[in-house]
């Protein structure tokens, strides 16, 4: 279907377009679509940044660490304390599955905001299925570990009889909500955050083909504290990703009411 140039092209430079899925190589197997997308690329880069970065942080190990070295130990760290300060000891053995998610989150925000990449944290199939794993992975490691008594977990405690058969099935709804409310923080705040960056961008060039070029400081100066701040959201996300995790991980394991 024919579709008017001008539109096209406006929408083709709208802020939207930086979240556009692209085929940058075709499969078709059957009748699925398993094409190799630009968010599959910026996955990549993202997971071999992650490899360099830890692995060139480590190479030397020197007792009085670099700042390279000090920066992933540091990060090591941060992650550790954390899943011990919201789950205790026994979180431990689950530590590679939450640093690997936090790493994963936290460099695709940063890697997001490079030109010309592509944030895959900004698309909710991408966020949704990382939020699916770990309600999936929680729920199951809470029916391996306590069996049948998991299910008390939606029995607060404390709460009179006559108010359980209403209790139990918010507690049971605001269980199965967790995947969608933390993959929708994710994805809403970095695709807004790109979004309002995308659109003070475009100030500049309306300033200066109006004949306001004097204005277009002030527009650049907005987009260096937008900038700011969407490094900083970026990873507050992934904390907070990481976090609630944990958390989640550690009513599994406790059956906290």
């Known amino acids: 279907m024919a579709t008017d140039s001008s539109a096209s092209g406006d929408a083709a ?48 190990r020197a007792i009085i660490p670099g700042r390279w070295q000090a920066a992933v130990e540091l990060t090591y760290r941060f992650v550790a304390n954390m899943l011990q300060d919201n789950v205790g000891p026994q979180g431990a053995r689950y530590f590679p599955f939450i640093f690997s998610l936090f790493l994963f989150i936290l460099f695709g925000n940063l890697l997001g905001m490079v030109p010309y990449s592509f944030t895959y944290t900004s698309h909710i199939a991408v966020t949704f299925a990382m939020a699916a794993v770990v309600f999936v992975g929680v729920t199951v490691i809470g029916l391996m570990r306590h069996g049948v008594r998991f299910l008390s977990l ?100 406790d059956l906290h009411h």
């Not at 940058?24 to 993202?46: C, K, R, V």
């Not at 970026?234 to 990481?242: E, G, P, S, T």
């Open 13 to 60: 430079h709208g802020p939207l377009e930086q979240f556009e899925i692209v085929a940058l190589e075709p499969i078709q197997i059957g009748g699925l679509d398993l094409s190799f997308t630009n968010s599959a690329l910026w996955m990549l880069i993202a997971v071999a940044t992650i490899a360099v970065v830890f692995a060139g942080g480590m190479r030397r």
């Open 154 to 253: 939606f029995v607060p405690s404390g709460v009179p009889m006559a108010l359980i058969p209403l209790m139990v099935p918010i507690e049971i709804i605001s269980y199965f909500v967790r995947p969608v409310s933390l993959s929708l923080r994710l994805f809403a705040n970095m695709m807004a955050g790109h979004t309002m960056l995308k659109v003070f961008g475009g100030f500049v060039g309306l300033l200066l083909s109006a004949g306001l070029g004097f204005l277009a400081p002030v527009s650049i100066i907005l987009i260096v504290i937008l900038t700011g701040f969407e490094l900083l959201v970026a990873a507050i996300q992934a904390y907070v990703f990481a976090v609630l995790s944990c958390l989640y991980l550690s009513d599994a394991l």
